[in-house]
């Protein structure tokens, strides 16, 4: 009877606590509900506390960055949402915020703006927990670092998308150039910010992605590219992961061309503060929030956050940010982000990356660009036999392979391939793309902003230009008129000719040239070579980065310092063959014949028995090794992107008497060996070391003429505070060293760490001799024009100066050290010159 009682008492309980539990739920009718997102990034902020101003209790978003507030009315308070790095954000419950209210449900996006780190005074403690963290985690890299195991691989897709920002649609489309073009600007949507956007391009690229610690070897298959508009291989090559692996475990993290300190460094103490946050329990497992800020502004430091798991030190997710003092160019804003996951075997390894960056050239309220790119990665495997199979293929350390339908993979291939669907915003993009390539107007409009940036105009299947040599002036040719005319790949896209005709209106003589370049080979190069010219030689074998025959140079030439003008005409072919190991061997035969008109010793000082003086023949072979240097190729030409390994080649010339009138026998020996190395946090360093030889007794133009620099354009290929033809040697040794620091002692100054400045020093030197027969050839007693030699003395050049003045000018001062005293022709110990670039 008891039990039947207490029974009935029970199945009463819970009846009147359902309907009190329902009436509740009815009463409560109002649902606030949204996700929390980085303003920038777009990344979901997990745990962001949240707090009515009026209310006691609080709550924090969830791991995936959501949060849900159930009412019974809706409040008249302010909801405050705080995160670590960012500032607080204010939600205030007033009519515009309930007009967009639907069915009783008010659903949001909260984007925070980075900038609010507390500015803490620093109080010693007797345990700093933020720095214990960060020593937990860099005594268990070793064990979480990707780069543990033996080897790994595994798909990897790639999406980039660019976006222009500012674009206000009413004010572009005014201009008679895009009025054309309107229909871009219904893609335009708006930044949380309020600024409109504009997405303009679109990349996506699908991979396989292989790695081997000992021996240590790379191997990335690029199975699809979506790229609009882009066919260049040697680009393709760039959209997989080869050359963007970031490491948030390295002591350094790339950002564009600067290597950054990361904050988990081995040496991260000396740069960062760290401090714990808090912690939370998701899927079971305890993870430990922590941020960390720069020590010290204007260094390359980030400021951020991350989540630790606290059994494995092994971090879940990182978020960099790059503070306003950091000193590089462009960057407005820019987020880097990693995010790892939890494979079978307990381990921790990478699975998403992002980077998103704000450029702009005068300011991010101008028009500007919005790069964003996301990596995932998926199907790893680590450890196994299949990698290294697979990196046994491998002719090299690291081969990149773009297969056969990998720029022709349909769309059907996409569905299946992306390992994220593309967003409605996304395939717009490429809708747009593929109308503005289809329109003629468009095709006009890029061909003529091509020809005033590089100056070339493709018409048909030629090519005109450059524009800034076909008006020129000079003492002796007075106003000098040039055209150029090529062929482009419409005419063929193997052969590529090219030639010019140029006159001179006060020596009325006409000058030109002729030259045609064959592709036999692509992949390695293989390449045959011809040209014949008539001209002046204006010393571009010195690698001179501003020609002297165009219009700019009239303004820059120094003063006092007369031009050389030694007429050159010359017939030569080559054969050039490349290997994919990085060598290549050029085969060359070359004839010369000079006649100085002007500044320079005359012909008739140089008779010979048989043969014509001053004409030439000669043969060479050049051996060059750059392992693992990579290419920005078009159809016919490439630009060296460099190589992360020193560039040596060595060249032998044979002179030959007697082959078309020539009348000289010599041999010629030289070699150098140059690198490009960045060194953080110290910058970069470039070194140049080259020696030669010449065996035989040679007019000056035959001999090594050091290179001077007669602009005040800096040259950093050539002695800036030298004339030329200003030193003869057959024989010599130099070095070319630079070092540039970065901002180094200006980041301690507030104004020129705000403008950017950075530092650097070099020094230039040679020693070179000229043997007795030489000197006797071309230093006689009854010349007027008088060279000098070192003899055996040091020539030397220091400078320094500033760079990234306005972020594209850069100044050196440069001294003549030695020799002393100085030579008859006027030249000066001490100089200013300027150079420009863009770079970040």
């Given at each position: 009877?008891?039990?039947?009682?207490?029974?009935?008492?029970?199945?009463?309980f819970?009846?009147?606590?359902n309907l009190?539990?329902?009436?509740?739920?009815?009463?409560?009718?109002?649902?606030?509900?949204?996700?929390i997102?980085?303003?920038?990034?777009?990344?979901?902020?997990?745990?962001?506390?949240?707090?009515?101003?009026?209310?006691?209790?609080?709550?924090?978003?969830?791991?995936?960055g959501?949060?849900?507030?159930?009412?019974?009315?809706?409040p008249?308070?302010?909801?405050?949402?705080?995160?670590?790095?960012?500032?607080?954000?204010?939600?205030?419950?007033?009519?515009?915020?309930?007009?967009?209210?639907?069915?009783n449900?008010?659903?949001?996006?909260?984007?925070?703006?980075?900038?609010?780190?507390?500015?803490?005074?620093?109080?010693?403690?007797?345990?700093?927990?933020?720095?214990l963290?960060?020593?937990?985690?860099?005594?268990?890299?070793?064990?979480?670092?990707?780069?543990?195991?033996?080897?790994?691989?595994?798909?990897?897709?790639?999406?980039?998308?660019?976006?222009?920002?500012?674009?206000?649609?009413?004010?572009?489309?005014?201009?008679?150039?895009?009025?054309n073009?309107?229909?871009?600007f219904?893609?335009?949507?708006?930044?949380?910010?309020?600024?409109?956007?504009?997405?303009?391009?679109?990349?996506?690229?699908?991979?396989?992605?292989?790695y081997?610690?000992?021996?240590?070897?790379?191997?990335?298959?690029?199975?699809?590219?979506?790229?609009?508009?882009?066919?260049?291989?040697?680009?393709?090559?760039?959209?997989g992961?080869?050359?963007?692996?970031v490491?948030?475990?390295?002591?350094?993290?790339?950002?564009?061309d600067?290597?950054?300190?990361s904050?988990?460094?081995?040496?991260?103490?000396?740069?960062?503060?760290?401090?714990?946050?808090?912690?939370?329990?998701?899927?079971?497992?305890?993870?430990?929030?922590?941020?960390f800020?720069?020590?010290?502004?204007?260094?390359?430091?980030?400021?951020?956050?991350?989540?630790?798991?606290?059994?494995?030190?092994?971090?879940?997710?990182m978020?960099?940010?790059?503070?306003?003092?950091?000193?590089?160019?462009?960057?407005?804003?820019?987020s880097?982000?990693?995010?790892?996951?939890?494979?079978?075997?307990?381990?921790?390894?990478?699975?998403?990356?992002?980077?998103?960056?704000?450029?702009?050239?005068?300011?991010?309220?101008?028009?500007?660009?919005?790069?964003?790119?996301?990596?995932?990665?998926?199907?790893?495997?680590?450890?196994?036999?299949?990698?290294?199979?697979?990196l046994?293929?491998?002719?090299?350390?690291?081969?990149?392979?773009?297969?056969e339908?990998?720029?022709?993979?349909?769309?059907?291939?996409?569905?299946?391939?992306?390992?994220?669907?593309?967003?409605v915003?996304?395939?717009?993009?490429?809708?747009?793309?593929?109308?503005?390539?289809?329109?003629?107007?468009?095709?006009?409009?890029?061909?003529?902003?091509?020809?005033?940036?590089?100056?070339?105009?493709?018409?048909?299947?030629?090519?005109?230009?450059?524009?800034?040599?076909?008006?020129?002036?000079?003492?002796?040719?007075?106003?000098?008129?040039?055209?150029?005319?090529?062929?482009?790949?419409?005419?063929?896209?193997?052969?590529?000719?090219?030639?010019?005709?140029a006159?001179?209106?006060?020596?009325?003589?006409?000058?030109?040239?002729?030259e045609?370049?064959?592709?036999l080979?692509?992949?390695?190069?293989?390449?045959?070579?011809?040209?014949?010219?008539?001209?002046?030689?204006?010393?571009?074998?010195?690698?001179?980065?501003?020609?002297?025959?165009?219009?700019?140079?009239?303004?820059?030439?120094?003063?006092?310092?007369?031009?050389?003008?030694?007429?050159?005409?010359?017939?030569?072919?080559?054969?050039?063959?490349?290997?994919?190991?990085?060598?290549?061997v050029?085969?060359?035969?070359?004839?010369?014949?000079?006649?100085?008109?002007?500044?320079?010793?005359?012909?008739?000082?140089?008779?010979?028995?048989?043969?014509?003086?001053?004409?030439?023949?000669?043969?060479?072979?050049?051996?060059r090794?750059?392992?693992l240097?990579?290419?920005?190729?078009?159809?016919?030409?490439?630009?060296?992107?460099?190589?992360?390994?020193?560039?040596?080649?060595?060249?032998?010339?044979?002179?030959?008497?007697?082959?078309?009138?020539?009348?000289?026998?010599?041999?010629?020996?030289?070699?150098?060996v140059s690198?490009?190395?960045?060194?953080?946090?110290?910058?970069?360093?470039?070194?140049?070391?080259?020696?030669?030889?010449?065996?035989?007794?040679?007019?000056?133009?035959?001999?090594?003429?050091?290179?001077?620099?007669?602009?005040y354009?800096?040259?950093?290929?050539?002695?800036?505070?030298?004339?030329?033809?200003e030193?003869?040697?057959d024989?010599?040794?130099?070095?070319?060293?630079?070092?540039?620091?970065?901002?180094?002692?200006?980041?301690?100054?507030?104004?020129?760490?705000?403008?950017?400045?950075?530092?650097?020093?070099?020094?230039?030197?040679?020693?070179?001799?000229?043997?007795?027969?030489?000197?006797?050839?071309?230093?006689p007693?009854?010349?007027?024009?008088k060279?000098?030699?070192?003899?055996?003395?040091?020539?030397?050049?220091?400078?320094?100066?500033?760079?990234?003045i306005?972020?594209?000018?850069?100044?050196?001062?440069?001294?003549?050290?030695?020799?002393?005293?100085?030579?008859?022709?006027?030249?000066?110990?001490?100089?200013?010159?300027?150079?420009?670039r863009?770079?970040?």
């Amino acid at each position: 009877m008891a039990g039947s009682l207490l029974k009935k008492v029970l199945i009463a309980f819970f009846i009147i606590l359902n309907l009190l539990t329902t009436k509740n739920l009815f009463s409560q009718n109002k649902v606030l509900k949204g996700t929390i997102k980085d303003a920038h990034s777009e990344e979901l902020i997990p745990f962001a506390s949240m707090k009515f101003k009026n209310g006691t209790a609080g709550r924090l978003s969830d791991s995936a960055g959501a949060f849900t507030f159930r009412f019974q009315e809706w409040p008249t308070d302010t909801l405050v949402i705080t995160y670590v790095g960012y500032e607080d954000y204010f939600l205030v419950f007033d009519s515009t915020l309930l007009s967009r209210v639907k069915n009783n449900v008010l659903d949001i996006s909260i984007h925070l703006v980075r900038g609010k780190f507390t500015n803490e005074v620093v109080v010693k403690k007797k345990i700093d927990r933020g720095l214990l963290m960060w020593r937990r985690i860099v005594k268990k890299k070793p064990l979480n670092d990707r780069y543990r195991f033996e080897n790994f691989s595994y798909e990897l897709y790639n999406k980039l998308e660019i976006d222009l920002k500012n674009v206000k649609r009413e004010k572009w489309q005014k201009y008679p150039i895009i009025k054309n073009f309107g229909f871009v600007f219904d893609n335009v949507d708006t930044t949380e910010e309020g600024r409109p956007f504009l997405p303009v391009y679109l990349t996506e690229a699908i991979s396989d992605y292989y790695y081997q610690k000992d021996p240590k070897r790379r191997r990335e298959v690029i199975k699809g590219t979506k790229t609009l508009g882009v066919s260049n291989e040697s680009v393709l090559q760039f959209l997989g992961g080869m050359d963007q692996n970031v490491n948030f475990y390295s002591n350094f993290i790339p950002v564009f061309d600067k290597l950054f300190i990361s904050p988990l460094s081995d040496n991260g103490d000396n740069y960062y503060r760290y401090k714990v946050l808090d912690s939370q329990f998701v899927n079971n497992r305890r993870l430990i929030h922590m941020s960390f800020t720069p020590k010290r502004v204007g260094e390359n430091t980030f400021e951020g956050d991350c989540w630790v798991h606290d059994t494995t030190w092994a971090v879940q997710k990182m978020n960099l940010r790059l503070s306003k003092e950091a000193n590089i160019n462009y960057v407005d804003k820019l987020s880097l982000i990693q995010e790892f996951k939890l494979m079978p075997d307990g381990t921790w390894f990478l699975s998403r990356d992002k980077f998103v960056v704000d450029l702009s050239l005068t300011g991010e309220k101008t028009l500007s660009v919005i790069g964003r790119k996301t990596t995932t990665y998926e199907n790893i495997v680590f450890n196994d036999s299949s990698v290294v199979n697979e990196l046994a293929k491998n002719n090299l350390i690291e081969e990149t392979i773009v297969t056969e339908n990998a720029k022709h993979t349909p769309d059907s291939f996409w569905v299946e391939a992306r390992h994220e669907p593309l967003t409605v915003s996304e395939q717009k993009i490429y809708k747009t793309i593929d109308t503005l390539l289809s329109l003629p107007s468009f095709q006009k409009t890029t061909k003529l902003l091509n020809f005033l940036a590089t100056g070339y105009l493709n018409t048909g299947n030629y090519q005109i230009g450059p524009w800034q040599n076909w008006i020129y002036a000079n003492v002796y040719e007075g106003m000098r008129l040039r055209w150029d005319l090529g062929t482009n790949s419409g005419f063929n896209k193997r052969l590529n000719l090219h030639g010019y005709v140029a006159y001179g209106f006060k020596d009325k003589q006409f000058k030109g040239k002729l030259e045609a370049l064959y592709i036999l080979k692509r992949s390695p190069r293989t390449s045959l070579y011809a040209s014949y010219s008539k001209d002046f030689d204006r010393a571009q074998t010195y690698y001179d980065e501003i020609s002297q025959d165009n219009i700019f140079a009239l303004a820059i030439r120094k003063t006092g310092v007369p031009i050389k003008f030694l007429m050159m005409e010359e017939g030569k072919a080559s054969i050039y063959k490349q290997w994919k190991n990085g060598f290549s061997v050029t085969l060359g035969a070359d004839r010369k014949i000079y006649n100085p008109v002007m500044n320079l010793p005359e012909k008739s000082l140089f008779s010979v028995k048989s043969g014509e003086a001053l004409n030439t023949f000669e043969t060479s072979i050049q051996v060059r090794f750059a392992y693992l240097e990579k290419y920005l190729e078009n159809t016919f030409f490439r630009t060296s992107l460099g190589s992360p390994y020193p560039i040596s080649e060595i060249k032998l010339t044979k002179g030959m008497s007697g082959v078309l009138n020539s009348a000289y026998n010599y041999t010629k020996i030289s070699g150098s060996v140059s690198d490009y190395m960045k060194i953080p946090p110290l910058g970069s360093i470039y070194y140049n070391v080259f020696a030669g030889k010449t065996y035989g007794t040679l007019p000056y133009m035959f001999l090594d003429v050091a290179p001077g620099n007669e602009i005040y354009y800096y040259n950093k290929y050539a002695f800036s505070l030298m004339n030329r033809f200003e030193f003869l040697h057959d024989q010599y040794a130099g070095i070319n060293f630079e070092h540039n620091i970065g901002n180094g002692l200006f980041r301690y100054i507030p104004l020129t760490r705000k403008l950017k400045f950075r530092q650097f020093w070099n020094t230039k030197l040679l020693w070179g001799s000229l043997s007795d027969a030489n000197k006797a050839l071309n230093m006689p007693a009854n010349s007027a024009y008088k060279f000098s030699t070192l003899d055996g003395k040091t020539y030397m050049e220091i400078g320094t100066g500033v760079d990234n003045i306005f972020k594209v000018f850069r100044m050196d001062l440069v001294w003549r050290v030695f020799p002393r005293p100085l030579p008859v022709e006027k030249v000066s110990r001490f100089g200013v010159f300027f150079s420009f670039r863009l770079a970040f």
